[in-house]
């Protein structure tokens, strides 16, 4: 052999290497404990590592590759698709939405140079499938980036290929890849519970995340601050619309614990930005926030449809990895396992219901064919998150959120360790004039929490706004925001509110809730005390009536012409059930 054939050789021989020792790695990532830190991060710089070799690799030798060692256009592709994978995956486990960007990058470039055009031609079906699965993850992607427009150019592409997936092969996850169709389609008329029209008359797409805009900065702050560091987001209700393992309700909480990516981004986004493509993706070291970490987001943990085991292992790690003045935030929107009230002990750790949580449950099976709000015999079940199950919890700084018909059941966690502890509840039921499959698109606490001008506006039955009205009624939300958090430190509230205040996630998310009960208390549809929502320890009544804020709820509500929705004044509703 001359030396150019030597050097083609070598150059086969080792892209061969680096591709099945990144493949190894690569397939490696599913034995890694989803749960913890260090386990699976030195893990992870490796794979980056040796993805960063292959690539740099083909692009210096694609020649040689092409015309000696038959590198298919799709071949790349399954390497950018798999290096974009890594990004995703790193993003979920650190919460840096960098690497979503990184991500969007390289699916993007597999899109924009058409590596998988030639997919469809291959004999074998299996190519095929990964493109399939390559959309279905650069719509994830889009979704948590709200590159709306995007995606829904992405669904018509992938709604062309799965039929003539289809057709080709006639394969037997046809249904299957169908119904991925159905539930992003559905995901998109939920995404946005209302619509905000340009001049123009075209949709505005809406970020929610945090910027430092929309949080006022705490009013006081005592000696020990805390500062929220893990969440454990878990979402359980049957019946809402999903995709790809993110229920709507866990897609919005997502969002609502983030900063914007870089800290100060307007809330109205642009969808034409020009994105570059990373040639070289490498891990990022570090975090880019100043001093007091203001900007660092919390690590969360998304878990869909877990068993009862599996978040109460997700909890224990997140409490073991808090530093001394670490937070946990627990989120659960799931079903409810009702108990009837003769059945109800004095046991309120267990003989109280549940909330259902794992999609194997016999119970599950029997919610299928019920109502809303099943009611069972038995009061306790493995499968079933109760609130006893948490208690253990209550060692650390510990920040709950209920949304479900059953959450009220989590209002007498005791406070065995003297930690702070607050629990936020949804109301039990909404409205008989809302529609009977409301909660499919989302809850409305939920809402509350992640937008709530939105929410607002659902109330009172309003599907679109014009983005002069909006911005100026997203006035009227920071106002009230700031005269909250002014009114609150002033009042004689529980300790524990004012712990928790000094965090910039948890001060907006107590200060939407505040939001939340207010408007609700004044809206002439929610008369039932199961209709509002609750907390523990309890706001006091003059706290939620305060004229200051009854009077912003007063000028939203003159805003947006909704006026005869609302009570003059903010007292709570006389019913008693």
């Known amino acids: ?90 993003y979920l486990r650190t919460s840096e939405t960098g690497y979503l960007s990184e991500a969007f990058s390289f699916y993007s470039a597999i899109r924009g140079r058409s590596y998988y055009t030639q997919a469809s031609r291959e004999d074998k079906c299996e190519l095929m499938v990964k493109k399939l699965r390559y959309y279905a993850r650069f719509i994830v992607v889009c979704l948590l980036l709200k590159k709306l427009a995007l995606v829904r150019d992405l669904i018509k592409e992938l709604d062309k290929q799965i039929i003539e997936y289809g057709a080709t092969y006639d394969p037997e996850d046809q249904i299957e890849w169908t119904f991925v169709m159905d539930e992003v389609k559905a995901f998109i008329v939920a995404e946005a519970a209302v619509t905000v029209l340009h001049p123009d008359n075209y949709p505005i797409v809406l970020s929610h995340r945090l910027n430092i805009m929309s949080v006022p ?15 454990v987001i878990v979402g359980s209700v049957s019946q809402q619309v999903k995709f790809s393992e993110l229920t709507m309700d866990m897609y919005r909480i997502l969002q609502t614990l983030e900063w914007e990516p870089s800290g100060e981004m307007p809330q109205v986004y642009n969808e034409s930005p020009r994105h570059r493509f990373t040639a070289t993706p490498q891990i990022i070291k570090g975090y880019n926030h100043d001093k007091t970490g203001r900007h660092e987001n919390p690590h969360k943990y998304l878990l869909f449809k877990p068993s009862a085991a599996q978040v109460l292992v997700y909890l224990a790690s997140g409490c073991f990895d808090l530093p001394s003045n670490g937070a946990l935030l627990l989120y659960i929107s799931a079903d409810a396992l009702i108990v009837p009230a003769s059945k109800i002990s004095e046991d309120t750790g267990y003989d109280v219901g549940g909330l259902m949580t794992n999609v194997k449950s016999d119970l599950y099976r029997d919610h299928a064919s019920r109502e809303p709000r099943p009611t069972v015999s038995r009061t306790k079940d493995p499968q079933c998150i109760h609130p006893g199950d948490l208690y253990p919890f209550t060692r650390c700084p510990l920040f709950i959120i209920i949304d479900s018909d059953n959450s009220y059941i989590f209002q007498n966690i005791p406070r065995h360790f003297a930690q702070p502890l607050v629990v936020l509840m949804s109301p039990l039921e909404v409205p008989s004039t809302f529609p009977s499959d409301y909660r499919k698109e989302g809850s409305l606490f939920t809402l509350f929490l992640h937008s709530p001008l939105s929410a607002f506006c659902y109330c009172c039955d309003i599907k679109t706004v014009p983005l002069v009205q909006w911005e100026r009624s997203q006035s ?34 107590l200060l939407r809730f505040m939001f939340c009960a207010v408007a609700l208390r004044m809206h002439r549809g929610f008369r039932s005390r199961n209709q509002l929502p609750r907390s523990s320890p309890p706001l006091p009544d003059d706290l939620l009536e305060h004229p200051t804020l009854v009077h912003i709820i007063m000028d939203l509500a003159v805003h947006l012409q909704v006026r005869s929705h609302f009570h003059d004044s903010s007292g709570p509703p006389t019913t008693s059930n």
């Open 476 to 509: 009227y939300i920071e106002t009230f925001i700031v005269e909250a958090a002014q009114v609150m430190m002033r009042h004689r509230i529980d300790p524990t509110f004012i712990a928790f205040m000094s965090d910039d996630f948890l001060r907006l998310l």
């Open 1 to 90: 052999m001359n030396p150019l054939e030597d050097h083609e050789r070598k150059v086969i021989i080792e892209f061969c290497h680096l591709l099945e020792k990144s493949k190894q790695l690569f397939n490696g990532l599913r034995e890694l404990p989803q749960y913890g830190h260090k386990q699976w991060h030195s893990y992870f710089g490796r794979t980056f590592d040796v993805y960063t070799k292959l690539w740099k690799f083909q692009q210096q030798h694609r020649g040689v590759l092409d015309n000696k060692y038959g590198l298919k256009r799709w071949q790349i592709g399954e390497i950018a698709s798999k290096i974009g994978q890594l990004y995703y995956h790193f």
């Open 217 to 231: 900065p705490p009013e006081r702050l005592t000696a020990a601050t805390l500062t929220l560091q893990e969440a």
